[in-house]
């Protein structure tokens, strides 16, 4: 798929990747430049991406939101059933070209019911990073599920917005931080004075 189609055609992988980064360029202007560049789109078509897909998420006959993301992102690479405490979900995985070691990942209730959360994971059988220090923790390398791993017991957060979430976290040292995402992918870490437990 070219630039121009992403315009114009049918909303495809590229025009979704477009939606991510645009939600990305609040924290890593540089990274998601960066990849527009990769892509071989302006900063027309990634605004032009993110306002079709808005519309098709808001719209009266929209789609649920599964359905919307097999019809942008094409079946699943795979599925996978999977136990969240005493209730099991289904695990749609998705590839995108930007990040070929990490997949989209869409967690819905049982029978292709409503969908709990949408992000970036690691790909099955990619090597994750190993992370012991802030220095590990750069831009877009990890994940929420890897950086928890790495640094318990990690504290969730408001993420401020449904697309962000964040943790709090005390790294080696007991330097306190909090670990921001956008849809599941390290964006920034920042440094939080005090106990992170007892912040809202």
């Known amino acids: 798929m070219?630039?121009?189609?992403?315009?114009?055609?049918?909303?495809?992988?590229?025009?979704?990747?477009?939606?991510l980064l645009r939600r990305m360029a609040d924290h890593q202007p540089g990274l998601v430049e960066d990849a527009r560049r990769e892509l071989g789109v302006s900063t027309a078509q990634m605004r032009e991406a993110n306002r079709r897909w808005q519309a098709m998420v808001r719209s009266p006959r929209a789609r649920g939101a599964a359905a919307r993301y097999r019809s942008v992102l094409g079946e699943p690479e795979s599925r996978t059933r999977r136990a969240i405490g005493d209730v099991e979900c289904e695990a749609l995985l998705w590839p995108l070209p930007l990040w070929p070691d990490?997949?989209?990942?869409?967690?819905?209730?049982?029978?292709?019911?409503?969908?709990?959360?949408?992000?970036?994971?690691?790909?099955?059988?990619?090597?994750?990073?190993?992370?012991?220090?802030?220095?590990?923790?750069?831009?877009w390398t990890c994940t929420v599920d890897e950086v928890a791993r790495a640094f318990p017991p990690?504290?969730?957060?408001?993420?401020?917005?449904?697309?962000?979430?964040?943790?709090?976290?005390?790294?080696?040292?007991?330097?306190?931080?909090?670990?921001?995402?956008?849809?599941?992918l390290l964006q920034r870490l920042v440094e939080q004075p005090g106990d992170p437990a007892q912040r809202p």
């Not at 070219?2 to 939606?19: C, M, T």
């Not at 970036?120 to 802030?134: D, E, K, S």
């Not at 957060?157 to 979430?165: N, V």
């Open 154 to 184: 990690a504290v969730p957060l408001e993420g401020g917005a449904p697309t962000r979430s964040r943790l709090a976290c005390t790294l080696p040292g007991g330097r306190r931080c909090v670990a921001e995402f956008t849809w599941g």
């Open 2 to 19: 070219n630039a121009a189609a992403a315009a114009s055609g049918p909303f495809g992988p590229l025009d979704f990747q477009l939606v």
């Open 102 to 139: 990490l997949r989209f990942e869409v967690l819905t209730a049982p029978g292709g019911g409503a969908v709990w959360n949408e992000w970036l994971v690691r790909a099955p059988g990619a090597p994750a990073p190993q992370l012991r220090t802030a220095a590990d923790l750069r831009p």
